[in-house]
């Protein structure tokens, strides 16, 4: 019901749009945002939400993002277009993650100087970011960090800062998971409550104040500057563009290695064993991979197949112009105590062309991926088993980017042809999707857990429950404001009736004193 809901509105928003907005502003709108708005729900149903569900409030907040986003040019922001200077500086990137997995975009306020001249091209430099980060990351939201050390009143800039927070509001909503402001001086407080008031009632919950003691508690050292507290060695410098770092991971296309190697080496064979009755010719060939492990029991081997097999039954499924890729976001690992420490990656070719493909990750030291770097032929599907390394555990910062360009027909998939082939591709023709890494805490419930299976009631999934979460805290905010405007008519009742009562007296007084 709840997903019949969210449709309609998404509907009625597009319906309203092209009715009520394009017809008279065919020149105000970049085309590539309409056509946009009618086919990304993702991006419709983000307005909604910082809209609360109103839809006059969520078409005006569309109306004003997308006349900003022609202003700026978002769409042909490139490298090339901003200043050289700008991008040297280092005063806006992206790098590393919070403790929730969230991206943190940095601004290094020391390094800001104040300068109408260059202001507009400051703020592209913020939406070419941004821009840059929404189409890798498909709507996740970030973090902001405002590193305010080292700074004082004349790194004071209004107009920039509230150009920030309106694209948060406006033109990117639902991106912004919190705003880290690192040292603000004591001198800044004053200007603090003014971009409090900025953000509003609601946003403002947003904000946390940190030093460099309680920083941590949103950041984990590991990405954190030696200054800050943490032992994070980056660098900003330019070019190239501060990315994501992915690399390659380790045993490229070899076998998968582990710490305890001994000289026992187990062949495991991963297949799709439902169809093998159906049709010899569509089932997929038995695909051998090297693990240098010690030999499980057979209870671990059953398990092991169950998990191959679960793995394959992903529930989303990414659908590329080259590939298919499943899981579609996440990859889900075990903590250390579930041990849970394998996971699937199918990739389907939906061309009539072999299609190369490699895999890159944030962490090459803690993961084995096989096949690394190999190529997929028309209209089959893939395996690509990922697995930690040894004792490591895997984290919600971690990363991995999956590259795939289509080969010509007389192109060899041998490793040096592979080679050559990713060296010559114009990166205009890679498609590229990046997966994230889940942590399941618990894959064994106790004795006394219930589950939610138990009596045929169905699973629900964190998106089902942030969407109910939401519309719970809607309906309570129009709960409160019904009870206020009660409250407010209650007490204008109680005055007229006052009102009345003195009047009604001073007529009888009046009254009495004729009378008498």
């Known amino acids: 019901m709840a997903d019949n809901n969210r449709a309609t509105l ?9 009715t009520e907005y394009v017809p008279a502003t065919a020149d105000k709108y970049d085309s590539r945002d309409v056509e946009r708005l009618q086919q990304d729900d993702t991006w419709v149903d983000n307005f909604l939400i910082w809209r609360q569900d109103v839809v006059d409030d969520t078409l005006k907040m569309i109306d004003e993002s997308f006349q900003w986003r022609k202003e700026y040019a978002v769409h042909d922001l490139t490298e090339s277009s901003l200043p050289k200077g700008l991008l040297d500086a280092g005063a806006i990137y992206l790098h590393g993650y919070d403790k929730e997995g969230y991206k943190i975009f940095w601004f290094k306020v020391k390094l800001h100087i104040k300068d109408s001249k ?55 909503p639902n991106y912004l998971t919190k705003i880290v402001i690192f040292e603000l001086p004591w001198i800044m407080n004053a200007a603090f409550k003014i971009v409090k008031g900025w953000l509003g009632a609601d946003a403002a919950t947003f904000l946390k104040l940190a030093n460099r003691n309680e920083v941590q508690e949103y950041i984990s050292a590991e990405y954190l500057p030696p200054h800050m507290g943490g032992n994070d060695t980056f660098k900003y410098s330019y070019p190239p563009l501060v990315d994501d770092d992915f690399q390659t991971p380790l ?115 803690k993961y084995r991926v096989k096949p690394s770097n190999s190529s997929c032929e028309p209209g089959t599907s893939l395996d690509i088993i990922v697995s930690l390394h040894g004792g490591c555990a895997a984290s919600l910062q971690d990363r991995f980017l999956i590259m795939a360009a289509e080969m010509d027909q007389c192109s060899g998939t041998g490793t040096q042809e592979l080679a050559l082939f990713w060296k010559e591709v114009p990166r205009s023709k890679v498609m590229e999707h990046r997966l994230r890494c889940h942590v399941v805490e618990s894959s064994k419930p106790s004795t006394l857990t219930i589950n939610d299976n138990t009596f045929n009631i169905p699973a629900k999934t964190s998106g089902d429950l942030q969407l109910q979460l939401t519309q719970l805290l809607q309906a309570n905010k129009r709960l409160r404001e019904r009870i206020d405007r009660c409250v407010w008519f209650q007490q204008l009742t109680l005055l007229l009736v006052l009102l009345l009562v003195v009047n009604t007296t001073f007529c009888y007084y009046l009254l009495y004193t004729q009378r008498s």
């Open 10 to 18: 998404i509907s009625e928003i597009r319906q309203r749009f092209v």
């Open 251 to 365: 045993c490229e296309n070899g076998p998968i290695t582990g710490e305890d190697e001994t000289e026992n080496k187990e062949e495991i064979d991963v297949e799709n064993k439902e169809g093998a009755d159906s049709n010899e010719e569509q089932v997929i060939s038995l695909k051998k991979v090297n693990f240098a492990e010690q030999i499980p029991k057979p209870e671990e081997c059953d398990k092991l197949d169950s998990k191959a097999k679960n793995a394959k039954k992903a529930l989303t499924t990414f659908k590329g112009p080259l590939l298919h890729i499943s899981p579609a976001e996440e990859l889900h690992f075990g903590s250390k105590e579930t041990g849970e420490k394998k996971c699937l990656i199918v990739l389907t070719n939906v061309t009539k062309n072999t299609v190369a493909f490699k895999v890159r990750t944030t962490a090459p030291d």
């Open 118 to 172: 260059t202001q507009f091209e400051k703020k592209k430099l913020v939406a070419f970011w941004l821009e840059r980060y929404a189409r890798r990351e498909h709507g996740k939201p970030l973090t902001v960090v405002f590193d305010m050390s080292e700074t004082g009143l004349s790194h004071i800039d209004f107009d920039f800062v509230r150009y920030i927070i309106n694209c948060f509001k406006m033109y990117y």
